[in-house]
């Protein structure tokens, strides 16, 4: 009988053994959190600058996909097609009267020179060239030119 209370107290010790062994300390938590707090503030600014560069490269994207926009469709049409500006920041892509389609940019996103008034000959091009500057007002973003031929070619460069 002695034997068998013996294997009891045992038993009942390694149970409560095992749990004590589960779970983190308050010590360990801190530590991690601690971990944790550092990390975020490392990696909140990078996030953000990278926001304001996509931010940035979208606009410039979009602003060069809708001056292809208007060349297709003057070439499609067999017309001359006009890209108008308005307020500087947004160009439409006109058809006589009838408006295609339009791009305005995000605020604090500006074109140096300001856009202007372009027309596309039913061939797809244009009576000059063009040189537009996408900028925004930080000094941490790579800005974008939009390079624009006489023969209606097209690409974007970081500049």
Request: proline share 2%; hydrophobic share 40%.
């Amino acid at each position: 009988m002695n034997r068998h209370r013996k294997k009891s107290i045992l038993k009942k010790n390694r149970i409560q053994k095992d749990t004590y062994i589960k779970g983190f300390t308050l010590i360990e938590l801190l530590v991690t959190v601690g971990i944790l707090g550092i990390l975020a503030s490392v990696a909140i600014p990078s996030w953000s600058q990278q926001m304001q560069r996509d931010r940035l490269a979208s606009n410039a994207n979009k602003l060069h996909s809708i001056y292809k926009f208007s060349r297709g469709e003057a070439a499609k049409r067999n017309a001359e097609v006009k890209l108008v500006a308005e307020t500087g920041t947004k160009w439409k892509v006109m058809l006589g009267l009838k408006e295609l389609q339009a791009f305005e940019m995000t605020d604090g996103i500006t074109t140096d020179p300001v856009l202007a008034d372009l027309t596309v000959t039913k061939t797809g091009e244009l009576t000059a060239s063009y040189r537009y500057k996408i900028e925004d007002t930080s000094s941490a973003t790579t800005d974008f030119c939009l390079n624009l031929l006489p023969s209606g070619q097209s690409f974007l460069e970081a500049c």
